[in-house]
């Protein structure tokens, strides 16, 4: 499963024995016509004029209308369940409990321990136990008020700490502790024994909800043939097949997942078509009929996942002249009340696992201490949200450094720039870092773009009244690009047409982070022609290869590396036709917008159309299939050593703030963000992802938090549930780097939820800047940094 | 705390049997009285319909009152500024007349939700919702407001502090009575407003505290001549802060009254905790800040500043 070798030379071996990662970068000797331009989103038009139908713009016509029963305690042993009120109601077609469910009763990304329908106990408030479909949404609703359940009220358990102990109710039978994995670099005590300087510090995190725009929908139609088949947004339709058919009791062919247009996911809809998908396919299962299940705001926020609440104790240390010698850190993770995505997939995935990999941040430190607990209690469960486990960490990490600035009196600019990663620096992991290390360079490009050295001198009180203060704050950040466990391969069809035109099948979903603009760019570059020649197929398991989740900020790197092998198959046939056709040696031909032509004569030429066009007709490929993982992952389950991901994107940002000292409100008045992307493929893209997480980022500082009490989440509207507006987020300066990655392709590495983690912590950093008080748990909202200034009672200028 | 089975479930259906458009005041006021307290009272629909999605509210019909005429205008009468039952926030907003002469109540109805909810939702129902932090309840307990309630009955005039019986309720029974103006004096010479408000964000969110205050002075002897504080959500209602005027009216402008003005706003003010929306605690302390700042702001408009 891991090995103990974890050194500069295995990456190089690992090249060797996959020759298919080699020459991903330089496709042709030429500078590329398409990757690297900022052409328009191909899904701009239809949604900017509305014409896009989302799930909930499907015709209902003929469909079944599902409901679900929810659990109104958090932990209860279920009595009696009494549906037969409900059966009779004029209008409903099914009402299920749990022993309707025709396979396994279980679902989950990972560990299928959630019930599709709970026979026996509750876990949390919202655990389903009834399905209802009924002709209209409106008789479901009612059936559902006929059910009676007769529950016993178990002790519940709500904190991660208090759950390990041991007379704590137990959530599940095996008990609260679901995971428990340590990380061991060098003699952490040793390293403490060697510093100058040692501070303790505690932060928390909450449970944040993802507030993607579009609520959950899923519609399960039965096919003639027995085959079930699930459309709806999902960032996973592979692990939604995965579990239907294991739920249905069915083989996998007999499952067909179908992503339709997906209005954001972050994350969250890796797990919840999952939930609705396999209860949709019961419904449909025992109806024989099309049950559509669609979520109201409220249901979304109350039913599904929400990013892991961390709490995190660290006990650094460094010399006088700031160099970093140890580092201690405990995290206890929140899972919830089910598994989900979680626990240990070996050898490297799972939130505290990536948690722990990341917690000592993007510094070398020579000794490390990680322990990280991940347990079950009776909240709503964690899955993955825009960096799954690292933005939780980097709250800790980046504030911690600042602090150990201050005690040692350097700056914050200065220890970064002391103990950063560099290339040839060993992570936590032990991995030494052998390429595409750019994170000196985000932080020195940030502090040139924001002016750092004059505004980190230029704070104080900015208004006559001396109620304002300004503060600056840097947040620095890393991020993988892939998922660190065994199952990360991604697999592309290329298919081109007579016409020469092209048809892209890949099972990489679109959520509006732009993969089917950026995907097609890397196909059309490597055939060598135009980006609108392409059209991207719709995720459909029964028509493309298995991608693997679009999780992991993997998408443009991993899938982009595998349509550059399929569209070699397909060229290496078109350009072996062109060849016989121009009379020229294949080896100077080049393939270029439309066009083939030999590299030494430009003028002997044919158009791309024509070699296909008679490939097709003398049977020639035209069809490639190209598979690509990453060099394979490793982490030694005792050390917690190992390369556990293959490259890392790094960033810088810097955020300047404005806190009222008498209220505590803040507002971000300057930012800039740096990053190392490898290569930009879209670069206008690439911003809106920059400008998104930020203000993601800004969201986790600032005021977002699922406020739970006993169970009860008091927030579920996003009324009460507060994202950032667009008068909260400040201009935004993107800065981007490339600094190459050789497993990429042209060099890429994953950008999707890199920016939203160093923006967290730039700001929470710029506040204390300003005021002289940290908000240690989170969100900094006006209160918390009232009492924050309150307790630090340092007097200012 | 305990909940219902509605806490759990949600349709995105609204059940009512019955949506009626009158075409005149009488026919709005008679269709109210047919149903005896089962229709209730809509225009912008940005508080009843989500009350109703909610099944906070449950009616068998809606009366669409957002087309009747003669509502919609803001007009001045002597030196009362006169407001239709239907104006909405953002003609509020826009009006020179309400800026110039009401400018707590323009900055009140500026911070109301999103401009979609300023175009559709009224100010008239933003009072009737009751709420003890609307937006524009503060400016209007402020200003002295009172309104004007149309039943089968006929007609009658409330004053604002009479008009919130706290609990979300007021003096106009929305199932049987339609609010068709709101007056108050305008501001001259002499006087100074202010309008603040204190959120977690930015944006389209309940306030965490608003605060409206008009102050009257005498610029030769520099005193206060009178003052009006209304804050919210300090209180089950919309609340005025009659100790903190007390020692306003007639006292000398000066830094010391206005910290006692807060101290005793601090000590009235009986706001509760909330898990989303902060502790009884920090809202008390923000009371002092608020009062403060907008007594500070206030005085200097009426060109009475603190020395």
């Known amino acids: 499963m891991s090995t103990k070798t974890h050194d500069h030379k295995q990456i190089k071996t690992l090249t060797k024995d996959k020759p298919d990662l080699q020459g991903l970068i330089k496709t042709s000797q030429m500078s590329p016509s398409v990757v690297g331009k900022s052409i328009v989103r191909t899904d701009a038009l239809s949604k900017v004029t509305g014409k896009l139908a989302f799930g909930a713009d499907y015709s209902q016509e003929g469909f079944l209308h599902g409901k679900i029963l929810r659990s109104p305690y958090p932990h209860a042993v279920i009595k009696s369940i009494d549906i037969e009120k409900a059966k009779n109601l004029s209008g409903v077609a099914a009402v299920l409990t749990a022993e309707d469910v025709p396979g396994r009763n279980g679902f989950g990304a990972i560990i299928p321990d959630q019930p599709v329908i709970c026979g026996d106990k509750v876990r949390f408030v919202g655990d389903g136990v009834a399905l209802v479909a009924a002709e209209t949404e409106k008789i479901a609703n009612q059936a559902l008020e006929l059910i009676k359940v007769e529950y016993d009220l178990l002790p519940p358990v709500f904190d991660p700490i208090e759950a390990l102990k041991e007379d704590a109710p137990k959530v599940h039978e095996k008990g609260n502790l679901l995971s428990y994995n340590k990380l061991r670099k060098g003699d952490a005590e040793k390293g403490f024994a060697q510093a100058d300087v040692i501070i303790e510090r505690t932060y928390k995190v909450p449970f944040l909800d993802h507030a993607y725009l579009e609520p959950d929908i899923c519609m399960a139609i039965p096919q003639v043939d027995g085959t079930m088949l699930v459309e709806g947004p999902m960032q996973a339709p592979f692990t939604v097949r995965r579990n239907i058919n294991a739920v249905l009791g069915v083989p996998i062919n007999r499952v067909q997942a179908r992503q339709i247009s997906m209005g954001g996911g972050f994350g969250g809809k890796e797990d919840s078509p999952i939930d609705l998908g396999c209860r949709a396919a019961v419904l449909a299962h025992h109806t024989r009929r099309p049950v559509r299940i669609a979520l109201e705001r409220e249901e979304v926020t109350l039913q599904t996942c929400k990013r892991h609440p961390m709490t995190m104790k660290i006990k650094i240390g460094a010399k006088k002249d700031g160099s970093l010698v140890a580092f201690e850190g405990v995290i206890y993770d929140e899972q919830g009340a089910y598994a989900s995505l979680g626990p240990v997939i070996p050898p490297a995935g799972g939130s505290h696992i990536h948690a722990m990999i990341m917690m000592s941040g993007p510094y070398e430190i020579p000794n490390v201490k990680i322990d990280a607990y991940l347990c079950f209690t009776n909240n709503p469960y964690g899955g993955a949200m825009r960096g799954f486990g690292a933005p939780q960490v980097h709250v800790a990490h980046e504030q911690i450094i600042d602090e150990l600035a201050e005690a040692l009196g350097t700056t914050p600019f200065d220890i970064r720039r002391r103990n950063g990663l560099r290339e040839g620096s060993a992570t936590a992991t032990g991995q030494v870092l052998d390429q595409s290390v750019g994170l000196h360079d985000t932080l020195e490009s940030c502090a040139k773009a924001f002016d750092w050295e004059k505004k980190y001198q230029d704070t104080g009180y900015v208004n006559e009244e001396k109620t304002k203060r300004r503060g600056v704050g840097i947040g620095m950040g890393w991020y993988r690009t892939s998922i660190g466990t065994n199952n990360d391969a991604c697999g592309a069809n290329v298919y081109v047409h007579e016409d020469g035109t092209v048809l892209l099948s890949t099972g990489i979903t679109e959520m509006g982070q732009g993969s089917f603009t950026v995907l097609p760019q890397i196909c059309a570059e490597e055939l060598g022609v135009r980006v609108e020649d392409v059209r991207v197929a719709r995720p459909d398991t029964d028509a493309v290869p298995e991608s693997g989740p679009t999780v992991g900020s993997r998408s443009t790197t991993l899938m982009g590396n595998a349509i550059i092998l399929a569209a070699r198959q397909v060229k290496k046939s078109i350009l072996e036709m062109a060849a016989e056709m121009l009379m020229v040696p294949l080896t100077r031909l080049e393939s270029r917008d439309r066009r083939i032509y030999d590299r030494d004569n430009p003028d002997t030429v044919l158009e791309f159309r024509e070699a296909a066009a008679r490939c097709m007709a003398n049977g020639k490929r035209l069809i490639g299939q190209g598979w690509w993982a990453p060099p394979a992952p490793s982490l030694d389950p005792e050390t917690g050593q190992g390369n556990p991901y293959f490259v890392y994107t790094y960033s810088t940002h810097m955020a300047e703030v404005n806190v009222d000292m008498e209220t505590g409100e803040v507002e971000v008045t300057d930012y800039v963000a740096a990053f190392d992307v490898g290569k930009a493929i879209n670069p206008k893209a690439l911003e809106g992802q920059i400008e998104g997480g930020v203000a993601m980022g800004l969201g986790y500082a600032l005021t977002e938090e699922v406020a739970i009490e006993n169970g009860y989440i008091q927030n579920l509207s996003l009324r009460d549930y507060l994202i950032p507006t667009s008068l909260d987020v400040p201009d935004i300066k993107p800065i981007i780097l490339e600094v190459e990655n050789k497993f990429g392709p042209y060099g890429a590495k994953g950008i999707g939820e890199m920016p939203n983690l160093p923006a967290t912590p730039a700001i929470l950093n710029a506040i204390a800047n300003a005021c002289g008080g940290r908000v240690r748990d989170l969100p900094a909202d006006p209160e918390k940094v009232y009492w924050a200034i309150k307790e630090a009672e340092i007097p200012l200028d | ?307």
């Open chain 2, 1 to 307: 705390m305990s909940y219902a089975f509605k806490d759990f479930h949600w349709a995105n259906d609204i059940r009512v049997n019955e949506y009626l458009l009158p075409k005149t005041t009488a026919e709005a006021l008679e269709m109210l009285a047919e149903y005896k307290g089962q229709a209730q009272v809509v225009s912008g629909g940005t508080d009843v319909i989500p009350k109703l999605r909610k099944r906070e509210l449950e009616v068998e019909a809606l009366v669409d009152i957002s087309r009747l005429p003669g509502m919609s205008d803001i007009k001045q009468k002597g030196d009362k500024i006169i407001l239709g039952g239907l104006v909405t926030h953002a003609r509020t907003v826009a009006s020179l007349l309400i800026r110039e002469k009401a400018g707590v109540l323009a900055e009140g109805a500026a911070r109301v939700g999103s401009p979609q909810i300023r175009n559709m939702g009224t100010v008239a129902g933003n009072l009737a919702s009751g709420h003890p932090a609307a937006d524009t309840s503060m400016p209007l307990l402020a200003l002295n407001a009172s309104v004007t309630i149309a039943s089968t009955e006929g007609e009658r005039v409330v004053d604002l502090p009479q008009f919130f019986q706290g609990g979300n309720q007021t003096a106009a029974d929305s199932r049987r009575e339609i609010i068709t103006q709101i007056s108050f004096s305008a501001l001259g010479k002499n006087q100074g407003c202010c309008y603040l408000r204190l959120s977690k964000r930015r944006a389209l969110t309940i306030a965490i505290l608003v605060l409206a205050t008009v102050v009257d002075v005498d610029p030769d002897e520099k005193t206060i001549r009178d003052a009006a504080i209304a804050i919210g959500p300090v209180a089950p209602m919309p609340f005025r802060a009659r100790d903190a005027e007390e020692i306003l009216k007639g006292a000398p402008v000066s830094k010391e009254i206005v910290e006692r003005a807060g101290d005793a706003a601090y000590k009235e003010s009986t706001p509760e905790s909330s898990v989303v929306w902060g502790s009884d605690e920090y809202k008390k302390e923000m009371v002092k800040v608020f009062v403060r700042r907008g007594l500070y702001k206030a005085l200097k408009r009426a060109g009475c500043p603190v020395a």
